[in-house]
Each structure stands twice: as structure tokens, then as C-alpha cells.
């Protein structure tokens, strides 16, 4: 067996390792710890019992985690040869005792498939994305293999982030036709509202048939649940009352980290995304704006870590010999370390309308590590962003609402270095308050056991 997570031998240790309902999760890339969307599943599902869950993905990657054993693989590679061989597709594992080889191709496979997303997503290539689409709509997915496998499983419950991609709704409807189980949706983004701003007809085709792709999962989920409680309200009225709030839980252990006295030097840390929603620029004001409070003696500093490659332009605009980092990618594993090693963390969002849109119900996950961390927060974005709104409620960070509201809050903490405990302490209660874990998982696993054992879903997809 996998060596345990000290999030998943926590839930061990509450006695809430029970035999519980299947659930077969189903997600685009593998359930992989090292990205946002696996390490929110890991968050949730940590203690399910082993036995009870396995995950249905669609890249050529390997799963990273401690919750789940089993796992059923299509990859677009499987769907071009079952165009032009025939025969049926799709890989079950267990990936208990991959050999070094096994690994070492799966791990090529899936760096050559980021890459190539990645280049087409950069450069809004709509035309060779849905090609991808029509790959998955003339690929002989729906066979023997993925039956046998969902047979034997029989899963009770399907559950699945909604996807901006519109097979993997498919997907979902398929294994809803074949086993009948209930549907749990969790979305944390907006994928469904026309509140979004672009120019160009081939984004706003790609819109309304992801619209409505997510219209018929929501219309047939049994239970939904959101990160904010504006995308909440919104999507309540429209399908009903079956939508509930959900966020990232962190594990409360022996209490708020202990941390050394601030230095002379107020270091800032920055660990995440840069180019989605377009944070590097919001980050590089912080940055120009911490070169300027620095003019005739060095006072504060900013580390950059991001896996995210960047443009000459966007190097520049951080260039700042000896006050600004650009750190480059580190494992997850170091974040904590990271993080505890400065004395404030950076969160930050757009300023500019068509981000702004992308953010207004997303709430990041990052948020709950700093919590833990138990840092003073610095915030800089737009204060309709969920994100930037949730920390002013909870008074949980020092906020930089608007682009001039950089410079004067950096001078705030200058002038008033004693703010830097006294939010650290802020973050941490707003964690402690809204975030434990324990109670998190607790009210997940009830739901999905009291949506089981109401008898029958909404009823099966067509």
C-alpha cells in the first residue's frame, strides 16, 4: 500500500476510514496531486476507502496520490487507433509496481501532450482544439473495455469537475447511461454564464456549445458544489436547489505554525499560476511598486516560483536586480517550506475587465496553503474577483483593491511592521474558521451517503 499523506492518516486517525458508497471520479488529466484540480480531489476524497473509489481519465499521465488504487485510461493516442485499427480502447490499472520503463514513457507521454496543449491554448488555436472534440466524437471510446470496467466497478456515485472541454461532459453522460448512479458536479470556475468579454466569434462559438454541454450535466446532477456563493445564488436560480458550497480544507494539526521575527528585509513570496487571467501583470505592478518603497535602501523583496514559462516581455517586466526573483518551478512538496520562509504571501488577480469576468466566481486553492502557512496574505486584484472578496470579508489579508492602492498599503506595512503578525494571525482564524478539514470531508461524506440512500436519481441520461 501507498505510503499514507498526513492529510489522509489524520482521517485515519478519526475513525472515519469506513466502507463507504463507490464513487468513481472522473477527470480530464490523471488524478494527479501536483496540479490544482487533483490536489482539490485528494482534498475531498483523502480517508475514502480504498476499495470504494477509482478514477476515469483521458491523458497519457500516470495518477499521483494516496486515495485512489484503481483507474481506467483513454487517451487520444488510444482514439486515433481505434479509428484506423479498430478493436476496443482504453487501459485499466492499478499502477501498483509500474517498472522504471513504464513510468519513464508515461511521464514522456504526458510532458509531450502538456506541451502541445499548452502551445495551443497560448495561442487560441479554437480551430485545432475542436479537432480534438471531433477526435473524441469519431474515436470508438464507448466500448467492451470501459463496460467490463464500469461493470465490475458499479460505481454508485459519479463524480466530476466540470470540465471547459466539452467530451468530457460525454463522458459523464455515457457512464451515467450505463450504471445509473447519482451524479455529484463540482465546479470552481465559471464555465457556464455569458458574463465574459472577447472579441473574437470563434470564442463565443466555443462559449454557447460548452454552455450547453454544462447546461445538461447540471440539468441531471443530483447534487452540485460551487466555491462561492454568488456562482451559487446564480446557477440556484436557474437549476434548482441542489447546489452547495464546498472549499478546500487544511488540516488544523498542533495549531498555527510557529515562525521567526521579521527580519529588516520584508520578503514577499509569490507561488502559483502567472499567466492565467493574466496575474503577471498584477504582479509585476507589485513589483514595480515594491522597487520604487525600495529607492535609496533595500527594504523589501519579492520570490517568484511558477512552472509557467515566460515571455522575453514578461522577464522584463520583472527585471529588478536584487529586489525581484523569478524562482522558476519547485516541487510541491517544498511549497510549505517555501511559504514559511517569508514573511508575507502574495495572491493576486486581474485588473483588466476580460479577467476579471474569468475570476469573478473563482475561488483559488492556493488561498487554503497560506492560511496554513499562517502568513500575513498580501492581496492585489479586482475586489469583485471571489477570491479578492472572500479575504475582504474575512479581514484575512491586507488588500490592494485597485492598481493605486499598491503603493500605499506597501507604505502601511513600512510604517506599521506589527500588521504582519496581526494578519498572519488573520489568515490563519480564517482558515481555522471555514477551512478544517475534518469538518469539510465530515459534511461531504454524509451528503454523498444521504444521496444514496434516498433512493432513485434524477434519473438516467438518454
Known amino acids: 500500500m501507498k505510503e499514507l499523506s498526513s492529510d489522509h492518516a489524520m482521517w485515519v486517525q478519526t475513525g472515519a476510514y469506513l466502507d463507504m458508497t463507490r464513487v468513481l471520479v472522473i477527470t480530464n488529466n490523471s488524478w494527479n496531486d501536483s496540479n490544482s484540480t487533483g490536489l482539490t480531489t485528494t482534498n475531498f476524497f483523502g480517508g475514502w476507502d480504498r476499495n470504494s473509489i477509482a478514477n476515469l481519465y483521458?491523458?497519457?499521465?500516470?495518477?499521483?496520490?494516496?486515495?485512489?488504487?484503481?483507474?481506467?485510461?483513454?487517451?487520444?493516442?488510444?482514439l486515433v487507433q481505434s479509428i484506423f485499427q479498430g478493436g476496443p480502447i482504453g487501459t485499466r490499472s492499478d499502477y501498483v509496481g509500474l517498472t522504471k520503463s513504464q513510468q519513464a514513457?508515461?511521464?514522456?507521454?504526458?510532458?509531450?501532450?502538456?506541451?502541445?496543449?499548452?502551445?495551443?491554448?497560448?495561442?487560441?488555436f479554437h480551430a485545432l482544439l475542436w479537432a480534438r472534440e471531433l477526435l473524441w466524437c469519431a474515436g470508438k471510446w464507448k466500448n467492451a473495455n470501459l463496460r467490463d470496467f464500469l461493470t465490475e466497478f458499479n460505481p454508485e456515485v459519479i463524480y466530476m469537475p466540470i470540465h471547459g472541454c466539452f467530451y468530457m461532459h460525454d463522458v459523464l453522460h455515457y457512464v451515467k447511461a450505463c450504471t445509473g448512479a447519482k451524479v455529484v458536479l463540482f465546479t470552481g470556475d465559471d464555465m457556464y454564464s455569458l458574463r465574459q468579454v472577447s472579441l473574437s466569434p470563434l470564442y463565443w462559438i466555443n462559449r454557447v456549445v460548452l454552455r450547453s454541454k454544462v447546461r445538461r450535466s447540471l440539468v441531471h446532477a443530483d447534487l452540485c458544489y460551487c466555491m462561492s456563493d454568488t456562482q451559487k445564488d446564480e446557477l440556484s436560480r436557474e437549476f434548482g436547489d441542489k447546489f452547495r458550497i464546498m472549499r478546500r480544507g487544511m488540516v488544523i494539526g498542533d495549531g498555527k505554525p510557529s515562525h521567526t521575527t521579521l527580519g529588516p528585509i520584508v520578503d514577499f513570496v509569490y507561488a502559483g499560476n502567472l499567466l492565467g487571467g493574466k496575474r503577471w501583470k498584477t504582479l509585476s505592478m507589485l513589483a514595480r511598486e515594491i522597487h520604487r518603497q525600495n529607492a535609496g535602501s533595500l527594504k523589501m523583496r519579492l520570490h517568484i516560483y511558477s512552472a509557467d514559462a515566460l515571455t522575453q516581455r514578461m522577464v522584463e517586466s520583472f527585471d529588478f536586480p536584487g529586489e525581484v526573483f523569478l524562482m522558476g518551478e519547485v516541487p510541491a512538496s517544498a511549497i510549505p517550506g517555501i511559504l514559511g520562509g517569508g514573511d508575507i504571501v502574495v495572491h493576486v488577480e486581474s485588473f483588466e475587465l476580460k479577467y476579471k469576468m474569468q475570476t469573478r466566481l473563482s475561488f483559488s486553492t492556493k488561498l487554503v496553503d497560506y492560511f496554513r502557512s499562517g502568513k500575513c496574505i498580501f492581496a492585489a486584484g479586482w475586489a469583485g474577483a471571489n477570491s479578492i472578496s472572500y479575504l475582504i470579508e474575512n479581514d484575512a489579508a491586507i488588500v490592494a483593491s485597485d492598481e493605486d492602492a499598491i503603493g500605499p498599503q506597501l507604505r502601511r506595512i513600512l510604517h506599521n511592521p506589527e500588521i504582519i503578525a496581526e494578519y498572519g494571525d488573520k489568515a490563519w482564524a480564517c482558515g481555522v474558521r471555514n477551512h478544517e478539514l475534518s469538518r469539510i470531508r465530515d459534511d461531504f461524506t454524509s451528503a454523498i451517503g444521504s444521496l444514496v440512500s434516498a433512493g432513485q436519481s434524477v434519473g438516467r441520461i438518454a
Open 58 to 78: 483521458c491523458r497519457s499521465e500516470a495518477p499521483n496520490n494516496d486515495v485512489c488504487d484503481q483507474y481506467f485510461r483513454i487517451t487520444e493516442a488510444d
Open 105 to 124: 514513457t508515461d511521464r514522456e507521454a504526458a510532458d509531450n501532450e502538456r506541451r502541445l496543449y499548452r502551445f495551443f491554448r497560448s495561442r487560441r
